[in-house]
């Protein structure tokens, strides 16, 4: 519930790639991090049996499926979120976070000694559909992230719970707010 915004510098490739109107539909759209330990880094929820949940998620929506509110929301900008089963299960989010290394090298020795040849991915387990526009956004996976990075009040909260959940209200009139420290299209 900390963190405000993160540099974006810290991300090093996206996929698909901006602006690609042509993404193979059997692909997921992911991002890559520059920091091996970046999904997880902040992450206020417990290991549980050997699955930590990363404190982002990487989500994919279609234009019909969002909103833009006006005016923003401050710190974080913010989308409305019109199609919550459109967003993945957060309690699945473990599954789509990695970390990469590029060389057959040991991974402590190729951290302290060569770091460039690791990296941090999250995916999002969205299909994407053939001749399709979608945004992708960098996303709070925790309520209480949530809640600060849209300016609310974190009194209550007490556990790591998730920032949606399948029954999470959301339509037209009332959509979802969700904050992105991150975006890409």
């Given amino acids: ?41 902040f992450t206020p929820a417990a290991n549980n049996a050997d699955r930590l949940r990363p404190w982002l998620a990487l989500i994919v929506l279609k234009n019909d499926e969002f909103g833009e509110p006006a005016p923003q929301t401050v710190p974080l900008p913010s989308i409305g979120v019109i199609a919550v089963a459109a967003l993945q299960d957060l309690s699945e989010n473990w599954a789509w976070a990695h970390v990469q290394v590029s060389n057959e090298d040991n991974v402590t020795q190729t951290l302290a000694g060569d770091p460039g040849h690791v990296l941090a991915r999250l ?20 309520d209480a992230g949530r809640r600060v ?3 609310l009040d974190l009194a209550g909260v007490t556990e790591a719970l998730p920032a949606w959940k399948s029954d999470t209200p959301a339509s037209k009139a009332t959509p979802f707010a969700l904050p992105f420290y991150y975006r890409f299209a």
């Fill in 1 to 41: 519930g900390d963190v405000l915004g993160i540099d974006p510098n810290v991300v090093v490739r996206t996929e698909p790639r901006p602006f690609t109107s042509n993404f193979e539909p059997n692909y997921l759209a992911a991002i890559d991090f520059g920091v091996a330990d970046f999904p997880w880094l």
């Fill in 123 to 142: 995916i999002c387990p969205r299909r994407l559909e053939p001749e399709t526009s979608y945004d992708a956004f960098l996303v709070p996976a925790f």
């Fill in 149 to 151: 990075g849209l300016g």
